[in-house]
């Protein structure tokens, strides 16, 4: 009788448990960390990513927070991409083409360049393109 209460109650603690981190897991993956940086709206995102990375790539390297706000730009550029690739209204836009090519610049550099400030060049590149592709938002292309 002791042998098969504690078979049981083995099981019930692992099913528990089970259910216990399957909730977390669910819960975590639903937290909507993306949701709090973007509204969802086209032009607003655009406007918002843009300047938050116009600001970081101002920053000089050294200044202090600028590997956090490196990560941060990186999560934003993914939950961006992730939200707007995927939808043919945005996809064909002139904005979205032109923030694209800018964040993949972007994005391309902190991965293989981690510890190296921008270059003057893609710098000036991204200031413009980011610059083009908020305007362009905002006009409706």
């Known amino acids: 009788m002791p042998s098969a209460l504690a078979r049981l109650f083995r099981s019930l603690s692992r099913a528990a448990l089970a259910l216990g981190l399957g909730l977390c897991l669910m819960l975590t993956a639903c937290s909507g960390d993306a949701e709090a940086r973007l509204s969802g709206d086209y ?15 101002d920053q000089p390297q050294d200044a202090e927070g600028h590997a ?7 999560a934003l ?22 923030m694209q090519t800018a964040v ?6 902190y991965a293989s360049y981690a510890n190296r400030p921008l270059p003057e060049a893609l710098h000036d590149r991204l200031a413009k393109e980011l610059a083009k592709a908020e305007r362009t938002a ?3 292309n």
């Open 68 to 74: 956090e706000a490196e990560l941060e730009a990186r």
């Open 77 to 98: 550029i993914n939950d961006y991409m992730s939200r707007y690739r995927p939808q043919p209204r945005v996809n064909g836009l002139s904005s979205f083409t032109t």
């Open 138 to 140: 905002v006009r409706g």
């Open 104 to 109: 993949n610049s972007l994005a391309g550099h």
């Open 43 to 57: 032009v607003d995102d655009t406007v918002s990513v843009s300047r938050s990375l116009l600001t970081l790539i």
